[in-house]
């Protein structure tokens, strides 16, 4: 796979592609390991676990299992004309229910509310990583 071409931006950022906007603390991009050690190498600097993008916070998380499928599966959008990757919203519903954390639930909740959510697609990701939905 191209080193560009193994990221999708996901958590709460991903949602609000999806969704109406929310607030959130930083940008989750998911990536195959590759490009940390290439970023590293173009002289980024590494501050804990963000590194600052025109002053705002991103948190680089490799990605395995249900969240590597998201990256692999990710829509290719256009945003204000920069080509980006963003998980797709089943993705998203997944993986909030992978973490289980009471704004994950929340997010699980506005998805299924608000997104065009395929549910046949999300069943099978679900199934697939052996994973339920939280009772709403």
Do not use: C
Not at 78 to 99: L, N, Q, T, W
């Amino acid at each position: 796979a191209k080193l560009n071409e193994d990221w999708a931006l996901g958590g709460a950022l991903a949602a609000i592609y999806y969704v109406e906007p929310f607030t959130t603390y930083d940008a989750d991009i998911f990536f195959i390991p590759a490009i940390y050690a290439h970023l590293q190498a173009q002289g980024w600097q590494v501050e804990r676990e963000h590194l600052l993008v025109r002053g705002f916070p991103v948190q680089f998380l490799a990605a395995h299992g249900l969240t590597g499928e998201a990256v692999r599966e990710a829509e290719r959008i256009d945003y204000e004309g920069v080509p980006a990757k963003v998980f797709r919203a089943e993705h998203i519903v997944a993986i909030a229910a992978s973490v289980g954390r009471a704004k994950d639930k929340a997010r699980i909740e506005q998805m299924l509310q608000q997104a065009d959510l395929d549910k046949s697609k999300l069943e099978n990701i679900l199934q697939r990583h052996k994973l339920k939905l939280p009772t709403i």
